[in-house]
């Protein structure tokens, strides 16, 4: 999947067929009833294998089921919840050109025309475009109030006027699909506005502070499967006669790695249980996404060097997880965004 730059199709449909696209759907529309606790449990199991699945098992559960769990209506949550627990894939589009850390400078426009909405604009970065069904689009129906304008949309892929583009290249994560999402005149109803006009702001920075704690499960689960990859090779890796694991060099650096993944865990575990508990979270989940992805680039880079020469080949797996740890401090929210973040609410 890393080499041809695709999901494979087998494996989505066992992701629904196991219910892991569904964790928090209410048992009525289909879904496993479950808590935000076990998305970051299933997140983090599936980084450990593959960080590019562990995206779109993220990006499905964390951001646009919860927004559409928490802000649709009654009969948005029927006809989607249901629709994303049985086989369609969920993509959330917030991202342009010239609209990423400042989330909100958006250019895609939302004009009223009659009951409906004509949208128009282009989407960049988005995760999971290549297989979604159901987009969350994010457009302003008025760009003289800022913020207060943006509004979140409930838009099907089949809807004429949405085109998904160009797929990019990436340097990681590749089986995760990442696309434009073009929008030319693409008229919806107004029933399709999830939540109410002008408040896309809201629905935004909800799920984000909690997807960001995703993030964090996925460059954990990373960690700890670089970790697990080179403590194997150096139990299996031979030098002077023996393992390299019983050199005392190898085993403080592993000692270290250790230290660091589960230093991790903990930040990320503790951010999702006072999410779930209803308590103030937004500098822990901050902290958990940065620390965590400073982990994940540093603990993956140290996995390739107990590898050696052959860490530094495509046939090695902390080569990949390398490459896949880098996106980590850029997106959902840069470093220095969670710094920002951090600063924010402990000098408030």
């Not at 009951?115 to 159901?134: F, P, Q, T, V």
């Not at 929008?183 to 999830?194: E, K, Q």
Request: charged share 20%; hydrophobic share 45%; net charge neutral.
């Amino acid at each position: 999947m890393d080499h041809n730059a695709a999901l494979d199709p087998a494996l989505l449909r066992q992701l629904f067929e196991l219910g892991l696209t569904a964790i928090e759907i209410p048992e009525e529309f289909g879904g496993q009833g479950g808590t935000f606790f076990q998305s970051i449990l299933a997140v983090e199991e599936i980084a450990a294998a593959d960080p590019g699945v562990a995206v779109l098992v993220d990006v499905q559960n964390t951001l646009v089921i919860t927004a559409i769990r928490d802000y649709a209506t009654p009969e948005q949550q029927k006809r989607y919840l249901s629709l994303l627990a049985a086989n369609t894939v969920g993509a959330y589009a917030l991202s342009e050109a010239n609209s990423g850390s400042d989330a909100f400078a958006l250019a895609t426009r939302a004009v009223a025309d009659g009951g409906d909405y004509i949208l128009s604009g282009r989407k960049l970065w988005i995760s999971n475009a290549a297989e979604a069904g159901l987009f969350l689009i994010f457009a302003t129906i008025d760009p003289a109030a800022g913020h207060r304008g943006v509004t979140c949309f409930i838009v099907e892929r089949n809807t004429p006027g949405l085109t998904v583009g160009r797929k990019e290249d990436k340097l990681g994560i590749r089986c995760s699909s990442t696309c434009e999402v073009v929008l030319d005149n693409c008229r919806v109803p107004a029933s399709c506005i999830l939540g109410a006009p002008g408040k896309g702001y809201k629905v935004a920075i909800e799920t984000l502070n909690g997807g960001r704690i995703a993030i964090g499960a996925q460059l954990t689960g990373l960690s700890r499967g670089a970790l697990q990859h080179a403590v194997a090779y150096a139990r299996q890796r031979r030098q002077f006669g023996k393992p390299i694991a019983e050199f005392q060099g190898v085993q403080f650096q592993l000692a270290e790695m250790a230290m660091k993944v589960e230093s991790a865990r903990l930040m990320v575990y503790n951010a999702a249980r006072l999410r779930e508990a209803g308590l103030p979270y937004v500098a822990e989940a901050a902290m958990a996404k940065l620390h965590s992805s400073l982990i994940a680039e540093e603990v993956a880079s140290q996995a390739v060097e107990i590898f050696g020469g052959i860490g530094f080949t495509k046939e090695c797996p902390a080569e990949k997880l390398y490459r896949d740890a880098k996106i980590g401090r850029i997106y959902e929210g840069t470093s220095n965004m969670q710094r920002l973040t951090i600063a924010k609410e402990i000098l408030s």
